[in-house]
């Protein structure tokens, strides 16, 4: 059986997951930090790390970025796009004058309102306008969040998370759906140095490209995106990141709608390696929007 590491239970990430795996036998481990998650597959504890990569309201997650350039080599083997749905989370008796009217909620009882920094970021504009005096306060995780709302009840406190985490702690949702924006989706990817098991499907092949350009040559970026361009290479993603090796030093990542086995890719490959470019390939993947079929691993 596989094992698949990913953030605690009840988050976006597990919810995730769920939906990219159904039904099939597979042993999830749990962790609170997201460093932990990548270091359980680089280990090999575990055969594949669940990593969100990017969020349509708070863009690319750097850090998560970080540690596949710095910290770990594991190939993207799969990425798939997740609806990240936040809900005010807490005990309706706690909040309401009559706990049978569940959509009765008095939130100027809220003292406190805890969530992981990105879930929270989402859903400023809901938590303005109906509880503005409430204490914000970060998390590791929007698991860990419900988990303290459990554990200090009478308080005030509410949390930001999933209606998984939710269900699994027994607490209610007190407002469901409250991010900012509708199209609230995270695009997550599955690591590891296995090659994932994939049915047939149209989903998008896509390859992600690590690029430093040499000191010193005026145009560099120029003539690297006009490899892929002549060639009708259609880039998804362009992001640039600091080297971490001095200041003004940056390397760029690339996200080429086509697969590494690709004649045309191949040859801008070698064309942007020919100026003098260092390229190191993330991963050759397919590519699924919501919605699309489950892998079988």
């Known amino acids: 059986m596989k094992r698949i590491a990913l953030l605690p239970e009840g988050t976006v990430s597990h919810e995730a997951v769920l939906h990219l795996l159904g039904a099939e036998p597979v042993e999830l481990l749990h962790f609170k930090q997201i460093s932990d998650v990548f270091l359980a597959t680089a280990s090999g504890k575990s055969n594949y790390s669940v990593i969100p990569m990017e969020n349509t309201i708070e863009g690319s997650v750097s850090l998560h970025m970080d540690w596949l350039v710095h910290e770990v080599e594991l190939p993207i083997q799969v990425e798939w796009v997740y609806p990240s749905v936040q809900n005010i989370i807490g005990r309706y008796e706690e909040f309401s004058s009559d706990s049978s009217l569940e959509g009765d909620i008095d939130y100027s009882k809220v003292i406190k ?35 303290l709302v459990k554990q200090h009840p009478g308080q005030g406190w509410t949390a930001i998370g999933t209606a998984l985490g939710a269900k699994r702690h027994g607490l209610d949702v007190l407002a469901a759906k409250v991010t900012d924006h509708d199209n609230n989706y995270t695009r997550f990817a599955l690591i590891g140095r296995e090659p994932i098991k994939l049915p047939e499907t149209a989903a998008q092949n896509k390859t992600s490209l690590l690029v430093t350009l040499p000191e010193d040559f005026p145009g560099a970026l120029h003539q690297v995106l006009s490899a892929f361009a002549w060639r009708k290479l259609n880039l998804s993603r362009i992001e640039s990141r600091p ?55």
């Open 243 to 297: 080297t971490k090796k001095k200041l003004g030093s940056y390397y760029f990542i690339m996200d080429v709608l086509d697969s590494l086995d690709s004649v045309l890719l191949g040859s801008a490959i070698g064309e942007i390696e020919a100026l003098g470019c260092q390229v190191r390939v993330l991963g050759s993947y397919p590519s699924y929007s919501f919605g699309e079929l489950k892998a079988e691993v």
């Open 113 to 147: 309102v805890l969530s992981h920094p990105v879930a929270m970021a989402q859903c400023l504009q809901f938590i303005r306008s109906r509880m503005p005096g409430a204490e914000l306060e970060h998390t590791g995780s929007t698991s860990e969040a419900i988990e």
